[in-house]
């Protein structure tokens, strides 16, 4: 298990070993993500300091040709709820399944089944950011509303919560009770 990963990688030679990373990374150096979050929650931070992002990811070659990165990502970061606004750990995580070419053309010269097969991510040059797609991936995994499952301090459902209908039609003065008296 690695401390920290590696900034940068040649995909086709750790496809070629079957190489296995595990590790993690720490949230704070994420900035397309912060600044996503900073959008979403106002200005506040998407994480603290103490969260990190453990990383399993495995490299190998599909159909001899592509290298493929296989595996999945667990992080806790802090987003805002959108019922009551206040912030909270959410559990985030993602699968990865990507297919890593040179370029866009490869992508259109590929074949039906490998379409349909997983996702491609195309590279600058030989070698891959691993901070790059490790964002990416993270971001893609965002909830577009993220809320608690019960929100713990909503005062406003609680001093409005709604009264037995009911019991108000019985108790309520009927505003056709006067013509009741009247003679056509």
């Known amino acids: 298990m690695l401390l920290t990963l590696p900034d940068a990688v040649v995909p086709f030679r750790l496809a070629r070993q079957g190489v296995h990373l595990q590790g993690w990374c720490d949230v704070t150096k994420m900035h397309r993500l912060a600044l996503s979050a900073q959008t979403v929650c106002h200005h506040q931070h998407l994480a603290n300091e103490d969260h990190q992002i453990n990383i399993d990811w495995s490299f190998s070659l599909y159909q001899q040709r592509y290298p493929r990165l296989t595996g999945q990502l667990t992080a806790q970061i802090t987003v805002l709820c959108c019922r009551c606004l206040s912030p909270f750990l959410f559990d985030l995580q993602a699968e990865t399944d990507l297919l890593l070419v040179n370029s866009a053309d490869e992508i259109e010269l590929a074949d039906d089944v490998l379409l349909s097969h997983s996702e491609f991510y195309a590279m600058d040059g030989q070698t891959l950011s691993l901070a790059t797609v490790l964002e990416d991936e993270l971001l ?44 056509v």
């Open 140 to 183: 893609l995994a965002l909830p577009l509303m993220p809320c608690h499952t019960v929100c713990p301090d909503n005062q406003y459902i609680d001093q409005h919560k709604p009264t037995d209908v009911t019991e108000n039609l019985k108790t309520s003065d009927n505003p056709f009770q006067v013509l009741a008296h009247q003679k």
